[in-house]
């Protein structure tokens, strides 16, 4: 298993060193895995929304949307069309299994490297398509980038940055895929006044960040922790050397080959996950990538476009009110960057379960109440009062369930499972995405106004989950988990066997 060095204490180890440039410029390069990402996710409920698009690949979708009787809830209907969506996600959650072998045995940077080539591949493919078939080839190797870059891409930052830095940087990469949403519903604003190929053009930038990411790739350097995990060491240290900037690096040097020798001792981290002591911290890890999916958030970002059609936007109109959420998105983001660990993570988590519930509850009302399933839309003041109750809803998640959901369960495994833990919740979150990507629209379809219904109900659930059975982590040391949070909660105590949970490894 991949190794991950902590201190003993679990407190941030000092360490010789400073942030170099180069480390900053690996930082920047890396994060273009996060930015096309991001841009993935926000491009496809734009291009969904052409004309152009719907009347090349899915005419019955288009002739379903020119005729003002139909069912409002139902102009977009089609698996099909939520297949093209939702492929990428599939096939993400596939490619992520073989990712995280490619990562161990061979390292993060060809690891990035493949992803890259994964991405322009896809690229050229769902740009230039000439028939369904092609579409969702593209998407699915597109996804197989997603998979291989979300494997690597937080691995590499975390093990590049200097320790004092590590936090910040993780909660960083969620910010470029926020980033990576909002110029993808910029570039959709405005293709979408590009006919007929306006929708070749949004798809087709996505190849701008993946050139970037594959010529980058080959600027960066190998992390001195899969260098040294595989058995190559004195050109870990010489790497080290130059990403802190000095020559004494003796001591991080000889805590990450510690660390490497005691991850190697772990023959089967997955087995040991299957014990009850592991469960408090994998049923969390699991539960949060769930909730994360069943806030509504990726309906929102996927479909904003579609959504702000069908209760009255032009399209036009509907592709700007995306641009919107996508900016709130990013700048609500900060917030968590600057609070989390000042406010702590369950404040946060709870104050956005009530502003989420709050905003997808009215959504529910006014769509329930103005919105007919035939005939007209919202009237224009509606239709902005329901963009600002999006953009409240965006604002709750970018602080809280969006950046949390990752960043708790990646400190509250032990160092022998945390690897393997992490694995389960990428593959949780990636499984979840596709199935809220594959049912939306059939959803809104089915369940019309009641779909905002059912996420607020979700929420409901989340905050109690948060307030009864998840405990605050803030400052505590990454190792001191299991004493300070599990033994001492009035739950997850009854798992803590002083038999049952004995570490494999010592930690450094």
């Excluded at 734009?46 to 899915?58: C, S």
């Excluded at 109690?464 to 997850?492: A, C, I, N, Y």
Aim: net charge neutral; glycine share 8%; aromatic share 12%.
């Amino acid at each position: 298993m991949p190794a991950v060095v902590v201190s003993a204490s679990g407190d941030t180890p000092e360490f010789e060193g400073r942030t170099t440039i180069y480390v900053i410029v690996c930082v920047i390069i890396a994060a273009f895995g996060g930015l096309m990402f991001g841009y993935d996710i926000g491009i496809s409920g734009g291009v969904t929304a052409m004309d152009d698009f719907l009347k090349k690949f899915f005419p019955v979708v288009y002739e379903r949307k020119q005729h003002a009787h139909e069912n409002n809830y139902c102009k977009y209907d089609n698996q099909l069309l939520q297949l093209f969506t939702s492929s990428l996600y599939l096939a993400a959650l596939v490619a992520s299994f073989a990712a995280s072998r490619v990562c161990s045995k061979a390292g993060r940077k060809p690891t990035i490297q493949i992803a890259s080539v994964f991405f322009l591949v896809g690229v050229v493919l769902t740009a230039g398509s000439l028939n369904i078939e092609m579409l969702i080839i593209g998407r699915i190797l597109l996804g197989c980038g997603v998979g291989f870059a979300n494997q690597a891409v937080p691995l590499f930052l975390s093990e590049l940055a200097p320790a004092k830095m590590r936090g910040a940087l993780n909660i960083s990469f969620q910010l470029f895929i926020t980033i990576g949403i909002f110029i993808a519903n910029m570039v959709n604003y405005f293709a979408s006044n590009i006919h007929p190929n306006g929708w070749r053009i949004s798809l087709a930038i996505a190849g701008v960040p993946a050139l970037m990411l594959c010529l980058g790739s080959l600027l960066i350097c190998e992390t001195p922790t899969s260098l040294i995990e595989r058995y190559k060491v004195e050109k870990g240290r010489k790497v080290l050397r130059k990403i802190r900037g000095v020559e004494n690096v003796d001591d991080e040097y000889d805590s990450i080959v510690h660390a490497c020798e005691m991850a190697r001792q772990v023959k089967d981290p997955f087995r040991k996950l299957m014990k009850p002591a592991s469960r408090p911290p994998l049923v969390i890890a699991i539960l949060l990538q769930i909730f994360q999916q069943f806030t509504g958030i990726n309906a929102i970002m996927f479909y904003a476009p579609v959504l702000f059609q069908t209760v009255g936007f032009g399209s036009d109109a509907a592709l700007l009110s995306s641009v919107i959420t996508g900016l709130v998105n990013v700048f609500s983001t900060l917030v968590s960057v600057y609070a989390v660990d000042k406010a702590g993570r369950r404040i946060l988590l709870l104050e956005a379960c009530v502003q989420m519930f709050i905003s997808q509850a009215v959504i529910g009302v006014v769509l329930l109440k103005d919105l007919k399933t035939t005939g007209d839309n919202l009237g224009k003041g509606e239709a902005i009062f329901v963009v600002i109750l999006v953009c409240l809803f965006v604002m709750g998640f970018a602080w809280s369930w969006g950046p949390l959901g990752w960043l708790i369960p990646s400190e509250t495994f032990p160092l022998e499972t945390r690897t393997a833990g992490f694995a389960f919740a990428v593959s949780s979150n990636m499984f979840c995405t596709f199935i809220i990507a594959q049912a939306f629209l059939s959803m809104l379809c089915h369940m019309q106004a009641g779909i905002f219904f059912f996420f607020a109900a979700w929420i409901i659930i989340m905050g109690m989950f948060t307030w009864f059975l998840l405990p605050e982590t803030k400052g505590v040391p990454v190792d001191s988990m299991v004493d300070r949070v599990w033994k001492q909660h009035w739950f997850w105590s009854s798992f803590m066997g002083d038999d049952d949970y004995k570490a494999d490894v010592k930690v450094v």
